[in-house]
């Protein structure tokens, strides 16, 4: 299996700042790296997907970049609602494999 | 807007079969390009894909979950369920439902709140 390693599996962030997470693969997934937004008790939110498309709905200030092994996350200005644990998943091959969460929590 | 729902017992005991079903609303679980599928997480623990199927009755499941997993659908009640058999402690996790896009392994686009399923004696 593909391994996936984020970093950092926390941080403390302001509201209004910007924040990048990283996700690296154990080898190369050309584009197929989604990331997700997820809040216990909630269904989980497809943020990004093909590491850089923006899903419907998603706001301005979230986007994705990379290709290969390493990957970024960045959400340019923090709202009260980007405050939750962050996955990255690669569906390059089988099975597919997410990263172990990065949890964004108000400092 | 499309929505899942699971359901299904939230403890199971040791050694027996957990079983869930999907409820899709406000779209067809029947429609081409879409696949379908369940997520696990462990408490404290990450995602796990556990495996997917297509409406025509396809099925893709986890290699290290393949010898004890079944997903089935209905197709007349909009509703795909998980059989996973042979239970234990590890198996506690809430599951997650999803849309998947495009082929059976790749982003879901849609998910359910999740249930919790414990298994315990």
Known sequence: DIQMTQSPSSLSASLGDKITITCRASQGISNYLSWYQYKPGKSPKLLIFAASSVQSGVPSRVSGSGSGTDFTLTISSLQPEDFATYYCQQTYSTPPTFGQGTKVEIK | ?121
């Open chain 2, 1 to 121: 807007q499309l929505q899942l729902q699971e359901s299904g017992p939230g403890l199971v005991k040791p050694s027996e079969t957990l079983s869930l079903t999907c409820t899709v609303s406000g779209g067809s679980i029947s429609s081409a390009n879409y696949f379908w599928g369940w997520i696990r997480q462990p408490p404290g623990k990450g995602l796990e894909w556990v495996g997917s199927m297509y409406y025509r009755g396809n099925t893709y499941y986890s290699p290290s979950l393949k010898s004890r997993v079944s997903i089935s659908v209905d197709t007349s009640k909009n509703q795909f369920s998980l059989k996973l058999s042979s239970v234990t402690a590890t198996d506690t996790a809430v599951y997650h439902c999803a849309r998947i896009v495009d082929f059976w392994s790749s982003h879901s686009d849609y998910w359910g709140p999740g249930t919790l399923v414990t298994v315990s004696s």
